[in-house]
């Protein structure tokens, strides 16, 4: 069974730098996906970006960006810039390319933004 | 309204109530999914249903009953809940049984006495 680890329970930064959220994985598969879901506080779960296997360049959606190294499967999201409306739980996920919408997420990372 | 919504958003219950949380998405997909988040574990994936038809079901106690009368609508019917029941469900739903995103309501937080 794949798991999706995130071992920063909780992260902060100032407004306006840049941090960073780790996530690793594990499966045996070649091709699969991976997303970032964002979680604020009493709203929405949104997806943040993703990311395709077989695809050897980094995600990028706007300010968020992500480091995905397969070998090392690791999958961590860059945020740059920080804004006070990025505080939120952010959730590291996992999706066999034919998993028919089977995703698995990690217990995700509070990101608190300072002023 | 639009995106996906969910109904009630608080609902507390006893161990012998029976209730029902509701789910309905205006965004022309055709799956639905019910979701588990509880505090300090990963969301856990319950049901999904893809043009009505439940394929999955994720080793959810029958205490937890779904029911999909259509592709806009997902019903959880809940009876003799315990008290680890309580957590925050999530309803999403997506276009395509392939990868596709998928979008999510606010959730009902539940909470069992």
């Known amino acids: 069974a794949q798991t999706v680890t995130q071992s920063q329970p909780e992260m902060s930064v100032q407004e306006a730098e840049t941090v960073t959220l780790s996530c690793t994985y594990d499966t045996s598969e070649s091709d699969y996906y991976l997303f970032w879901y964002k979680q604020p506080p009493s709203r929405q779960m949104i997806l943040v970006i993703r990311?395709?296997?077989?695809?050897?360049q980094n995600a990028t959606e706007n300010r968020f960006s992500v480091n995905f190294q397969k070998a090392a499967k690791s999958f961590s999201l860059k945020i740059s810039d920080s804004q006070l409306g990025d505080a939120a739980m952010y959730f590291c996920a996992y999706m066999n390319s034919g998993g028919y919408q089977k995703v698995t997420f990690g217990i995700g990372t509070k990101l608190q933004v300072i002023p | 309204e639009t995106g996906v919504t969910q109904t009630p958003r608080h609902l507390v219950m006893g161990m012998t109530n029976k209730k029902s949380l509701k789910c309905e998405q205006h965004?022309?997909?055709?799956?639905m999914y019910w979701y588990k988040q509880s505090a300090k574990k990963p969301l856990e994936l319950m049901f999904v249903y893809n043009f009505k038809e439940q394929t999955e079901n994720n080793s959810v106690p029958s205490r937890f009953s779904p029911e999909c009368p259509n592709s806009s609508h997902l019903f959880l019917h809940l009876h003799t809940l315990q008290p680890e029941d309580s957590a925050l469900y999530l309803c999403?739903?997506?276009?395509?049984?392939?990868?596709?995103?998928?979008?999510f309501g606010p959730g009902t937080r539940l909470t069992v006495l």
């Open positions: 965004l022309g997909h055709n799956a």
């Open positions: 999403a739903s997506s276009l395509g049984r392939v990868y596709n995103e998928q979008f």
């Open positions: 990311q395709e296997a077989y695809k050897q």
